[in-house]
């Protein structure tokens, strides 16, 4: 298993530029989110899904959409660029909601910057 | 509202000493998970622990227990004979069972010295 896959890992945007961060996993897990991490404020969920079709926002969704066609991907859409979305981005998924000892596989992240 | 406190930013530890990591919680859920997960310089994110609201026993995992005290509200993780691959970032994270949403920390940098 590949786990959890992001791309790319590096990007840098100019304000106003759209894009869309990648992300896929190959383990059957209905539950994804994104996070963008920045100093000193931990993880900030973005987006999530609990299956396909099925998103919701999270604590910091403005400036973003996702979408969930199928179970294995959960792209992150920026649509305007700003900087104060430069950050790091982690997508991760679990099997289901953390009612259980189901733990969250992280991606290896995408670190972005908007200048 | 839901929130989770790390009120240490930094922390020092010497090789083969325990540590503990404190950790708060808020939500008014009564069915929640708290996780702990570590992230080395490297970037990713590595889970450590998780325990349940119900469970009775703390959660332990070879080196890494969980203190978890219901009535206060906290869940620190205790990291036994320290090692120099401990050396990272480590956050302690809340999945109230109502919201579908886990909510982290601001982490814990620790640093373990020879």
């Known amino acids: 298993n590949a786990g959890v896959t992001q791309t790319p890992k590096f990007q840098v945007l100019k304000t106003g530029q759209s894009m869309t961060l990648q992300c896929a996993q190959d383990?059957?897990?209905?539950?994804m989110s994104w996070y963008r991490q920045d100093p000193g404020m931990g993880l900030r969920l973005i987006h999530y899904?609990?299956?396909?079709?099925?998103?919701d926002q999270g604590e910091v969704p403005n400036g973003y959409n996702v979408s969930r066609s199928t179970t294995e991907d959960f792209p992150l859409r920026l649509l305007s660029a700003a900087p104060s979305q430069t950050s790091v981005y982690f997508c991760?998924?679990?099997?289901?909601?953390?009612?259980?000892?189901?733990?969250?596989?992280f991606g290896p992240g995408t670190r972005l910057t908007v200048t | 509202a839901q929130k989770i406190t790390q009120t240490q930013p930094g922390m020092f530890v010497q090789e083969k000493e325990a540590v503990t990591l404190d950790c708060t919680y808020d939500?008014?859920?009564?069915?929640?998970?708290l996780f702990w997960y570590k992230q080395p310089s490297s970037g990713e994110m590595i889970f450590l622990i998780y325990?349940?609201?119900?469970?009775?026993q703390n959660a332990t995992e070879g080196r890494y227990s969980l203190n978890f005290q219901k009535a206060r509200k906290s869940a620190n993780l205790v990291i036994s004979a320290s090692q120099l691959g401990d050396s990272a970032m480590y956050f302690c994270?809340?999945?109230?069972?109502?919201?579908?949403?886990?909510?982290f920390g601001t982490g814990t940098r620790l640093k373990v010295l020879a």
């Open positions: 991760a998924s679990s099997y289901s909601f953390g009612d259980s000892d189901d733990e969250q596989y």
């Open positions: 383990m059957n897990h209905e539950y």
């Open positions: 899904s609990v299956g396909a079709g099925i998103t």
């Open positions: 939500t008014s859920d009564p069915s929640y998970g």
């Open positions: 325990q349940g609201s119900y469970d009775q």
């Open positions: 994270a809340m999945s109230p069972s109502g919201t579908y949403k886990y909510i």
